[in-house]
């Protein structure tokens, strides 16, 4: 375990052996993004040059989401491509991007510096528009439905990998990459590849860099951002001290602690008591509504009987401090789960509704282009073994 994760042992061996995989691979090149305000003016004036050019390169870094030398006319010519290359690395590259949704979704396959991959994906919506992260390479967690959790862990992202993939979709946005002209890149979630809280502290900075104001991050607000958790406890715990109105979103997906046994595997280690102890804590902390997630599989735990226990496990801690999305499952290729039938979909979110809790179907972005969490890169490594 390095001292950039949070603890998160388990009872499932796998889990674990994929938990410490990534302590023995190379670290990515730091950039700009990685390093505090104090360490860039540190490096700038090891490297021969004012402190003052730190400001000039974050200007042009989180306002103008620039690293193109030739952009950068307020430094003299000559020291441009070298201030780049330092602290600039490339740290993503693009590999491809698929389209959906008549061009208000684009999905984005990427390629990190040791080769390995992962995804984003960027969501126009009438009110916002919001960019779907990745945390890690796979994710060791495990959850059999989820394609992430089939390729197991490679390694945490550096803050920098987290934050390139915000900046590479803030022009993107800006420059009206999406159906409907240039926008505004305004809200985060952690739902992409991997487990934020199994990376926590470069998750937290990266998430201070993209809510802080510009020149020294996006200005993307804090309350705009989600993260994802499958239920790491010390992890939510930490996150509600950090003074950050973050909102929390809980996978939990089962609504007794058999069944969940078997979907999460983290439940052997935090069971529902304490994700929910925690959940309703972090929004104690915080005010800020929980988001509970719920994938619907048929058969499996959709039933009348699940809707119940579910809504009895919220309502026992009080009124309007949770919210449930359930989302219909994107099954993934070759696991025995499959997405729930509509009138049980409607069924659960009327339980739900008549118990007073607010509960919204998670709309399906992009599932045509293997939006859900992992898919696409799940695809890429799959052809690549198969080849
Ligand atoms: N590891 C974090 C965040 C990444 S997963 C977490 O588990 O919360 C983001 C969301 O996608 C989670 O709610 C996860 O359970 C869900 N998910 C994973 N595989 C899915 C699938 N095949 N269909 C629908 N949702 C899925
Ligand atoms: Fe990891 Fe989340 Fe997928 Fe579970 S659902 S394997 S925690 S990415």
Redesign the pocket.
Known sequence: MTDNSIAVETAAAPVAASLTRHKFRPKPPTHLADMTPEERKTVMKESGFPAFRVRQLENHYFSHLSIDPDTMTDLPQGIRRQLVEQFFPPLITKVYSRQADNGTTIKTLWELFDHTKIESVLMRYPTRTTLCISSQVG?G???PF?A??MLGLTRNLSTAEIVEQVRAAALLAANGGLAGGATRLSNIVFMG???PMANYKSVVQAIREISALPPQGFGISARNITVST?GVVPGIKKLAQEGLPVRLAV?LHASNNTLRDEL?PMNKRFNLEKVMDAAHDYFLATHRRVSIEYALMRGINDQKINAIELAKRINHYGDNWAHVNPIPLNPVEGSRWTASKPEDEKQFLRILNDAGITATLRDTRGNDIDGA??QLAAKYYENETTK
């Open positions: 994710c967690m495990g959850c989820c992430t959790g590849m991997g487990e499958v996978s999460v969490c992992g």
